[in-house]
């Protein structure tokens, strides 16, 4: 069984009312437990239509000691009963990436190859959305179902957001193998503005800014700019 992973832009065959004001620094709305966040995301949940947010993802790899980092925007939005998620990688512009997922399938396109990489994930549709919407719209009591979770206390990021901070094991054998646990910070939208992912001695971590909940995403998110000599790779 294969599970993809979108995360750094790469596809991984082993197996992240509008409400776009400013977050406070001094009045998060949880009690300190991790019920009261949970219940939080529930209702974050609830109201989810979309999402749009810039990022920075880093990728350390001990066996190297280097970190590859890359930036872009990413969208999510309902549609009907699925969930779809676009990401544009821009920076850096030599390495440029598209990422849809959509339909029960992947798709990676690279202007730079002009090649478009498909990946089948409808056979596990289900456990794939529950890793992408992670603290992004997912429910917070539903994590429970494929997690062990504790809450760890608050801390404050850069910037001053007040964050609750939640460690996550997964229950599955198979996807303990590939990532270790998970970490995610949740402020007070119910929102993950910041993830982290162990594999082994390896780190994935995911930062998010500018986030803006159930606005008008742009007509051509979900588009991915291929042409009539894209190559297409069917996985």
Same mark, same amino acid.
């Given at each position: 069984?294969?599970?993809?992973?979108?995360?750094?832009?790469?596809?991984?065959?082993?197996?992240?009312?509008?409400?776009?004001?400013?977050?406070?620094?001094?009045?998060?709305?949880?009690?300190?437990?991790?019920?009261?966040?949970?219940?939080?995301?529930?209702?974050?949940?609830?109201?989810?239509?979309?999402?749009?947010?810039?990022?920075?993802?880093?990728?350390?790899?001990?066996?190297?000691?280097?970190?590859?980092?890359?930036?872009?925007?990413?969208?999510?939005?309902?549609?009907?009963?699925?969930?779809?998620?676009?990401?544009?990688?821009?920076?850096?512009?030599?390495?440029?990436?598209?990422?849809?997922?959509?339909?029960?399938?992947? #798709?990676?396109?690279?202007?730079?190859?002009?090649? $478009?990489?498909? &990946? !089948?994930?409808? =056979?596990?549709? +289900?456990?794939?959305?529950?890793?992408?919407?992670?603290?992004?719209?997912?429910?917070?009591?539903?994590?429970?179902?494929?997690?062990?979770?504790?809450?760890?206390?608050?801390?404050?990021?850069?910037?001053?957001?007040?964050?609750?901070?939640?460690?996550?094991?997964?229950?599955?054998?198979?996807?303990?193998?590939?990532?270790?646990?998970?970490?995610?910070?949740?402020?007070?939208?119910?929102?993950?503005?910041?993830? #982290?992912?162990?594999?082994?001695?390896?780190?994935? $971590?995911?930062? &998010? !800014?500018?986030? =803006?909940?159930? +606005?008008?995403?742009?007509?051509?998110?979900?588009?991915?700019?291929?042409?009539?000599?894209?190559?297409?790779?069917?996985?």
């Amino acid at each position: 069984m294969v599970v993809a992973f979108v995360f750094t832009g790469v596809i991984q065959p082993e197996l992240k009312a509008a409400q776009s004001s400013p977050v406070s620094a001094t009045a998060p709305s949880w009690n300190s437990s991790l019920e009261s966040v949970l219940n939080l995301m529930d209702r974050t949940e609830k109201e989810f239509r979309g999402a749009e947010a810039s990022f920075v993802w880093d990728q350390y790899q001990k066996v190297v000691d280097e970190t590859d980092t890359q930036k872009g925007k990413i969208y999510f939005r309902r549609a009907g009963k699925e969930v779809q998620m676009a990401a544009n990688i821009t920076d850096p512009a030599n390495d440029a990436k598209d990422v849809l997922f959509s339909g029960g399938k992947i #798709q990676l396109y690279q202007p730079r190859s002009n090649q $478009l990489d498909v &990946y !089948s994930t409808e =056979k596990n549709q +289900e456990e794939f959305e529950s890793f992408l919407l992670l603290g992004f719209g997912g429910g917070g009591h539903e994590m429970l179902k494929s997690f062990d979770i504790k809450y760890l206390g608050q801390e404050k990021l850069p910037g001053g957001t007040i964050t609750a901070k939640l460690a996550l094991v997964p229950k599955s054998d198979r996807i303990r193998n590939n990532f270790d646990h998970f970490v995610l910070w949740i402020d007070a939208r119910g929102i993950s503005v910041q993830q #982290q992912i162990f594999s082994a001695s390896d780190y994935k $971590l995911a930062r &998010y !800014s500018n986030i =803006k909940l159930n +606005e008008k995403l742009p007509n051509n998110a979900f588009t991915l700019k291929t042409n009539s000599s894209t190559t297409t790779v069917k996985h």
